[in-house]
Nanobody, 121 residues
Framework: QVQLVESGGGLVQAGGSLRLSCAPSGSFVRIGTMAWYRQAPGSQRELVSSIDTAGRTNYVDSVKGRFAISRDNAKNTVYLQMNNLKPEDTAVYYC???????WGSGYVNNWGQGTQVTVSS
């Protein structure tokens, strides 16, 4: 079982910045793709950004140019640098990591508990 611990959420004014972090604990062989999702009140959960083991990244259009995802493979940690935050970025942000639990098994997605990001206007 892999547990993900997120940190870095909080309250910020529009135009401000936050940096989210997420690290795994538990037993695993390897971490694959890492991603951040978010869910705003009354909305469906959406993929914000992802990064694979080669460092290739993807972003939802609404955050392109403002958010940057990165990973530290030595620490199996993923970061989401969020700049020029807008009120519409307000949501619970979830970290997701694809983990290989044991050799011969497949990768399994693991979700964090979520961290609240609130952007005031």
């Amino acid at each position: 079982q892999v547990q993900l611990v997120e940190s870095g959420g909080g309250l910020v004014q529009a135009g401000g910045s936050l940096r989210l972090s997420c690290a795994p604990s538990g037993s695993f062989v390897r971490i694959g793709t890492m991603a951040w999702y978010r869910q705003a009140p009354g909305s469906q959960r959406e993929l914000v950004s992802s990064i694979d083991t080669a460092g290739r990244t993807n972003y939802v259009d609404s955050v392109k140019g403002r958010f940057a995802i990165s990973r530290d493979n030595a620490k199996n940690t993923v970061y989401l640098q969020m700049n020029n935050l807008k009120p519409e970025d307000t949501a619970v942000y979830y970290c997701v990591m694809s983990a290989l639990i044991q050799w011969g098994s497949g990768y399994v997605n693991n979700w964090g508990q979520g961290t609240q990001v609130t952007v005031s206007s």
